[in-house]
């Protein structure tokens, strides 16, 4: 009876202990996501978010070093989801072998303060990643910064992905779900 209530218990939480941010199943859940490439400061890196079969989301594209480039990115707005009480971000990806920064902002703008924390993306296998919010530092244009109090997952609005540290050439990120994890 004791290991009933146990199992019914953990299955009763089970759903409290994460939160499906984005699974891909569908080919709209890709349109949410924006690209912000270094074009903005006139660098020539080119990158897309597309939809695959099976519910996949693929971030790839290019980067390049020069115009003084080197960095491409993607991000979406949370429509009413609310990670208060969260205290990760788990990815599933198959990666390159790249190093990705996976970002959060804690606002709606197009430019500020952005929370990121770097993830190595293996080649060529599916991983699970775990992000403890704890460990994103907060930074402005790639420069880390003092004065900005650490993440609260109450506040946040946007997540993200971007490739950058000179790590020019082809890249794919491909995304199978992203959850939050308490």
């Not at 400061?41 to 989301?57: I, V």
């Not at 993830?119 to 930074?139: D, N, Q």
């Not at 244009?141 to 950058?164: D, H, K, W, Y």
Request: net charge neutral; aromatic share 12%; charged share 25%.
């Amino acid at each position: 009876m004791l290991l009933q209530l146990l199992l019914i218990f953990t299955i009763m939480t089970a759903d409290l202990q994460e939160k499906v941010i984005f699974d891909f199943n569908e080919k709209a859940s890709v349109q949410q996501w924006n690209i912000i490439n270094d074009g903005v400061m006139g660098g020539l890196s080119a990158s897309s978010m597309q939809w695959r079969e099976g519910g996949l989301a693929v971030f790839s594209g290019n980067v390049s070093l020069e115009n003084n480039g080197g960095f491409a990115s993607t991000r979406a707005i949370l429509e009413g989801v609310s990670l208060a009480g969260f205290s990760s971000v788990t990815l599933r990806i198959k990666g390159d072998g790249k190093t990705y920064k996976f970002r959060i902002r804690t606002d709606r703008n197009f430019e500020g303060v952005t929370y990121s924390c770097d993830f190595f993306a293996p080649a060529g296998e599916w991983k699970e990643i775990r992000l403890p919010f704890s460990e994103f530092v907060p930074v402005f244009r790639g420069r880390r910064l003092a004065n900005v109090g650490p993440l609260r997952s109450e506040e946040i609005r946007q997540t993200g992905f971007l490739i950058s540290d000179k790590q020019s050439g082809s890249f794919s990120l491909e995304v199978d779900w992203i959850k939050a994890v308490e």
